[in-house]
């Protein structure tokens, strides 16, 4: 079946570290990879996607490219700050589907 | 304008118990979905509305749980009698297009957190 794995957290950075949170599905066809992202005390909320191969989603300094050939699609920031603090999700969606199949959330808090 | 908003925000009751979770989208958001996140587990979709009618419920566990958008707008989530396994957090999310259409964006509420002791 479908499924997303995400690197396991919590991950703790020191302000303008460089941030990679891994990312890898498995599933047939030619899914949409998306990122979720949810702060302190509100609902996830989206915050790239990607919707073929080679397709490169960004925001907010974020960015992830669509690797199909190693099935990944790895969140990356140049330089994190303390408000990036939040717990990051990776998932897919099928076509012709309605269904996000989510990996487990990837906690992320960056210090001062 | 007002996000998706759940209640209550945490709910804590004994095994046999019922409770009910409450979900008001985004106004205009004819789609509403629910999903679960047990602990330690992914988030994992439950049943998707379109309007008031159930498109999709393939990922509600059992029969112990009953949905309803009775109207179309707010959706309900019963949890009749609740089991330990039951315990998570809920999210409920909404869209004016259907996640296969345009952005697949969802906008999801906070959560309804779960405790069955």
């Known amino acids: 079946g479908n499924s997303v794995t995400q690197m396991e957290g919590p991950v703790t950075l020191s302000e303008e570290a460089f941030l990679t949170i891994n990312c890898t599905y498995t599933?047939?066809?030619?899914?949409?990879l998306f990122w979720y992202v949810q702060y302190p005390g509100e609902g996830l909320q989206l915050l790239l996607k990607?919707?073929?191969?080679?397709d490169k989603g960004s925001n907010k300094g974020f960015e992830a490219t669509y690797r199909k050939e190693t099935t990944s699609f790895h969140l990356e920031k140049g330089s994190v700050q303390v408000s990036d603090s939040a717990v990051y999700f990776c998932?897919?969606?099928?076509?012709?589907?309605?269904?996000?199949?989510f990996g487990k959330g990837t906690k992320l808090t960056v210090n001062p | 304008e007002a996000g998706v908003t759940q209640f209550p925000s945490h709910s804590v009751i004994e095994k046999g118990q019922t409770v009910t979770l409450r979900c008001d989208p985004i106004?205009?958001?004819?789609?509403l979905y629910w999903y679960r996140r047990v602990m330690g587990k992914e988030i994992k979709f439950l049943l998707h509305?379109?309007?008031?009618?159930?498109?999709?419920e393939s990922g509600m566990p059992n029969n112990r749980f009953l949905a309803e958008r009775t109207g179309g707008t707010y959706s309900t989530l019963k949890v009749q009698p609740a089991e330990l396994e039951d315990s998570g957090v809920y999210f409920c999310?909404?869209?004016?297009?259907?996640?296969?259409?345009?952005?697949?964006?969802?906008?999801f509420g906070e959560g309804s957190r779960l405790t069955v002791l």
């Open positions: 999310a909404s869209s004016q297009d259907r996640t296969g259409a345009n952005t697949g964006e969802l906008f």
């Open positions: 599933a047939t066809g030619y899914p949409s």
């Open positions: 990607a919707t073929k191969a080679d």
């Open positions: 998932a897919l969606k099928k076509g012709g589907s309605e269904k996000l199949v």
């Open positions: 106004s205009g958001h004819d789609n």
């Open positions: 509305f379109v309007k008031e009618s159930k498109q999709d």
